[in-house]
Every structure is written in structure tokens, then in C-alpha cells.
């Protein structure tokens, strides 16, 4: 019978007499601990995970060894004392979570599940009150000030789903309160582009460091959190090109995207920095431009447009101008013709082509 405490760094399990984990972090000097007991059931080794106390440890433990002297043992199911909280800090402290490019969406959508989760053991994340969940958020108004979108919602229970699947592949819970789920249907396809003169309107009411990167979006169709991660070594102003690599995109595929000769014009006059990323404020890489776009299309008197509406614009100007879809799909990072399609828009003053005369 050992009691254990969890390292949190590298996460591997050490005595709790121990000063030190293997990997060689300093186990006195956590913020936070966790505390395991671990002890052998029919010949199996069992580890239970208790939590932050050492009291509630030290009192399992004298638990399970007065049960076993006694020839009877209580095994109690982790998830009827696991809770939706212990699992969401557990699951957003994994490295290899934190080192996702799709982190912070993770971070909101458990911020949105612990509101209705929160103080619930496993046992009753079911299908009923999954459902309960999804119609709750269906019925409320996004940041934006819009309705919630089923794609929102499915975003957000696969991020508890993975929760799940992670802590029952780690041995925290033993089931999986649910398996089969179908996603909601989504209907979250845009046509809003911008026309030239919509376009020269917002970019004159950009302040300078927006201007860029929304001129970066409209010639390139690259997504915001590559333009905010560029940095001059993907910059091939000799060639005339970006060159991302495959760490650079969300598909995790590198791909070439050639420069228009305004954002070559644009990117010789700016200054180069120590840290290497191509956009910034006061000499300070930018994170985010949320507030100042937005501001921007509400002086412009510009409605319902957001800024990925500015890589739809991006790609279907390049079908206006003749290119080869297969070009522009090399230049996007689009992989299938289904997805590609959702992002061109064909207007009515196009079909009127088809009328003879």
C-alpha cells in the first residue's frame, strides 16, 4: 500500500515521502498537489486518484487497508467522486494540450461546459443532460451578440468528449458516460464578400497596424492566427512569396501563397524586429485585432462581416480574376473540392452572363 503524489510537470506518479520526481522537478515547491493511492486488488495493481488533500488521501488509504485486514474491500467507483472540474483543470495543465494551436478555444469551450457542469461527477454527464446542455447554449447570444451556432456547440462537447476519452485512456474514470452522439446539424456556411469599394472604405478606417493585416487577409486568404504568427523567416520577398510550413497552418500543411505586389510594397517598408514576427505594435508582436476590426467596420458602415469573411472575399476574387481552382485551392490550403466550394460565391450579376443579349 503506497501513497503517491503526482508530479505536475511531467505527471508521472512519485512517494509522497519523495522531495524530488525523476524528472527532476522540486515535488515541495508545487503549487498544487495531487494525491494517489495505490494498492494490489486480486493480484492487480489498482491506483485511485483522490485529489488536492492529503487528508482525504491518508483517510482512503487507512480505508482500503482496514477493509483488506478485515477480508473485505469496498472499491469505489471513480465516477461517482470524480468531478467535471477536477477533470477540466487536469485536462487543460497536459502539455501536450497546451501545446495545441486550438488551445484557446478549448479553454472557452470548458468555461462554457463548467457552467452547467461544474459540481457534477461523471456518472452524470449523460446523453439527457448533454442534450440539456446543447439547447441551453442554443438558446443563447454569443460575444457577438448572435444567436449560439450549432457548429459552436458541436466544438464544445467534442472538447468534452476528448476530456473524457484522455481520462479514461489515464485510468481517472472507468467508463465513459457517453459514447454515441450525434452532432448537431450545422448551417454555418457565409457568402458575405466584400465589394472593392466596401474594401478601400474599411481599410481607411483601420488604424495602421489593423490596416496590414487586413490587407495581408485580402490579397492572401490566409487565416488570422497564421498572419498573427508570421514571422520574416516564411517571408520570401526576393521570390515574391509566403512559404508557410506545415507547423504555421491549422491543416498542418505547408503551403506556398504568392504576394501581391501592394503587400510586397507594404512588407519592404516595415521594420524588422528582434523576436521575428512581421506584425506588430510599438515594436511588440500583436495577438489579436478584434476590437480595432471591429471598430473599423462599424465606422465603415459595414454589416455582418467578420474577419475570416475576408478569406472568402480572397478566394473568390481570385475565381473572379480566371485562376485555376487547383491553383487557388495550393494557395489557400484547401484539400477537398466540397469545403473549397463553400467559399466562392456567385452573384447574380454573374448569372446574368448566362442571358444571350
Known amino acids: 500500500m503506497v501513497l503517491l503524489i503526482e508530479c505536475p510537470k511531467c505527471r508521472k506518479r512519485n512517494s509522497a515521502d519523495a522531495a524530488n520526481c525523476k524528472c527532476g522537478f522540486n515535488l515541495n515547491k508545487a503549487a498544487s498537489k495531487v494525491y494517489w493511492i495505490e494498492y494490489y486488488l486480486h493480484g492487480k495493481r489498482k491506483r485511485e486518484r483522490i485529489g488536492p488533500s492529503i487528508a482525504a488521501a491518508e483517510q482512503r488509504h487507512r480505508e482500503v487497508l482496514k477493509n483488506r485486514t478485515e477480508e ?4 469505489r467507483n471513480k465516477d461517482v467522486r470524480t468531478t467535471f472540474d477536477e477533470l477540466a483543470a487536469w485536462y487543460l495543465e497536459l502539455p501536450h494540450i497546451k501545446a495545441k494551436k486550438s488551445y484557446t478555444r478549448d479553454v472557452y469551450s470548458i468555461r462554457e461546459l463548467g ?3 461544474s459540481g457534477k461527477v461523471v456518472r452524470d454527464i ?7 446542455y446543447r439547447q441551453k447554449r442554443l438558446g443563447e447570444t454569443s460575444y457577438r451578440k448572435q444567436q449560439v451556432r450549432p457548429a459552436t456547440v458541436n466544438r464544445e462537447i467534442a472538447c468534452l468528449k476528448h476530456l473524457l476519452n484522455l481520462a479514461f485512456q489515464e485510468g481517472l474514470i472507468e467508463s465513459l458516460p457517453f459514447t454515441k452522439l450525434k452532432a448537431l446539424k450545422e448551417n454555418n456556411i457565409r457568402d458575405r464578400v466584400l465589394t472593392d469599394e466596401e ?13 496590414q493585416i487586413v490587407k495581408m ?16 523567416g516564411r517571408v520570401d520577398l526576393k521570390g515574391g512569396f509566403i512559404r508557410l510550413q506545415p507547423e504555421d497552418t491549422k491543416t498542418n500543411d505547408g503551403r506556398t501563397i504568392p504576394l501581391h505586389p501592394e503587400l510586397l510594397q507594404m512588407l519592404k517598408a516595415m521594420p524588422r524586429t528582434i523576436h521575428g514576427k512581421v506584425f506588430t505594435r510599438d515594436g511588440k508582436p500583436l495577438t489579436e485585432i478584434k476590437k480595432s476590426f471591429n471598430m473599423a467596420c462599424k465606422r465603415a458602415g459595414i454589416e455582418n ?3 475570416h469573411d475576408l478569406r472568402h472575399t480572397a478566394i473568390n476574387n481570385w475565381r473572379l480574376q480566371g485562376h485555376d481552382f487547383f491553383r487557388i485551392m495550393a494557395a489557400s490550403g484547401h484539400k477537398t473540392m466540397e469545403v473549397f466550394k463553400r467559399y466562392n460565391t456567385v452573384t447574380d450579376e454573374e448569372l446574368k452572363v448566362l442571358v444571350p443579349g
Open 199 to 211: 474594401y478601400n472604405r474599411l481599410i481607411s478606417f483601420c488604424p495602421l497596424h489593423t490596416r
Open 305 to 307: 462581416f467578420t474577419f
Open 217 to 232: 487577409a485580402y490579397y492572401t486568404a490566409m487565416r488570422q492566427r497564421e498572419i498573427l504568427n508570421l514571422t520574416w
Open 115 to 117: 457552467q452547467f457542469f
Open 126 to 132: 449523460t446523453i439527457n443532460r448533454i442534450e440539456a
Open 72 to 75: 473485505r474491500f469496498i472499491d
